[in-house]
Structures are given as C-alpha cells and as structure tokens.
Nanobody, 117 residues
C-alpha cells in the first residue's frame, strides 16, 4: 500500500518561495512508469495540477505555473519536493502530493499553506 505524506511550513510570506516535501512509503519513487505529482486546491476552487516528476527524474509542469515551479527528488529518502517561487496570496491553498499511474490512485492527506505577511 503506497502512502504519501506532505510536510512543510504552513505560512509563507509574499514574494518568498514555498517549499514542500512529500515522503513516500510502500513503494519506490523510481519504480518504472510511476510518476509523482503536486496538486493544489485554493479555497472555494477546484483542483489544479501543478507538475510531476517521473520515475526517471523527468519533470513536466502546468504551463500557467511553469515559470515559478520546480520539482526535485531525493531517491535516498524516497522523497520528492515542490518549490514555488514569488508566491502571492493567490497561492494560498491545500497542497497535495499524489502518485500518477493512469489516474491519481494514491494521495497524501494534504497540507494547508497560507501566503500572508
């Protein structure tokens, strides 16, 4: 059973970089054809896919966020991370990590991030 857990600060100041980490258990992030996504849900809005890092380390991003987003991984810790730069209050959301293999079969519980001074 794959399990994912997000971690990171719950409050980020405007113009700073938001950094979150997803720790995966029950499966390796390098398993062939599995991919690992970040998804967010602002208050009162729908889910927004942000980007993904595949089993081979390749990355793909939502074009609307591409200029501010990066995703990296630490295979020794079985973790992958999100960095979102130059945040504004509009980046306030619940952030989820999820495994992407066909659909999004496994999700973390989500972590609230608020952008405020």
């Amino acid at each position: 059973q794959v399990q994912l857990q997000e971690s990171g600060p719950g409050l980020v100041k405007p113009s700073q970089t938001l950094s979150l980490t997803c720790t995966v258990s029950g499966g390796s992030i390098t398993t062939s054809y599995w991919a690992w996504s970040w998804i967010r849900q602002p208050p009162g809005k729908g889910l927004e896919w942000m980007g993904v890092i595949a089993y081979d380390g390749s990355t793909y991003f939502n074009p609307s966020l591409k200029s501010r987003t990066s995703i990296s991984r630490d295979t020794s810790k079985n973790q992958f991370s999100l960095q979102l730069s130059s945040v504004t209050p509009e980046d306030t959301a619940v952030y989820y990590c999820a495994r992407q293999y066909g659909g999004f079969g496994y999700w973390g519980q989500g972590t609230q991030v608020t952008v405020s001074s």
